[in-house]
């Protein structure tokens, strides 16, 4: 039976780093890091958005789709007041 290893927060970082801030695969980190792949789709998960940026896949997405959602809300009620303020405008010059 092998003896767990127990890595550091910076190393788990820098590892989360690799992937989404250099491009590299997870994969491919894992290799050159010496950890099981898992382990770096488990860091990616937990440290994603510490590093700087969202989770890579499907958690950034969510992050992406709740944003653009919020603006667009916005965008939807700034639409609706100009067009009440045009109205009321348009109405007044009559």
């Known amino acids: 039976m092998t003896k767990r ?6 190393f788990k970082l820098s590892a ?13 980190a894992a290799r ?8 770096i789709y488990a860091w990616i998960e937990k440290f994603g958005s ?3 940026q969202a989770p890579a896949g499907e958690g950034a997405l ?3 789709n ?10 939807l009620m700034e639409r609706d007041i100009l067009k009440k303020a045009a ?3 348009a109405r007044e010059q009559m």
């Open 5 to 10: 290893r127990k890595y550091t927060r910076e």
């Open 16 to 28: 989360v780093e690799l992937v989404n801030q250099k491009g590299y695969k997870p994969a491919e």
């Open 32 to 39: 050159n890091l010496g950890v099981d792949p898992t382990s």
């Open 50 to 52: 510490q590093s700087g």
């Open 62 to 64: 969510q992050a992406e």
């Open 66 to 75: 709740r944003q653009l959602k919020k603006e667009n809300a916005r965008l």
């Open 87 to 89: 109205a009321y405008f």
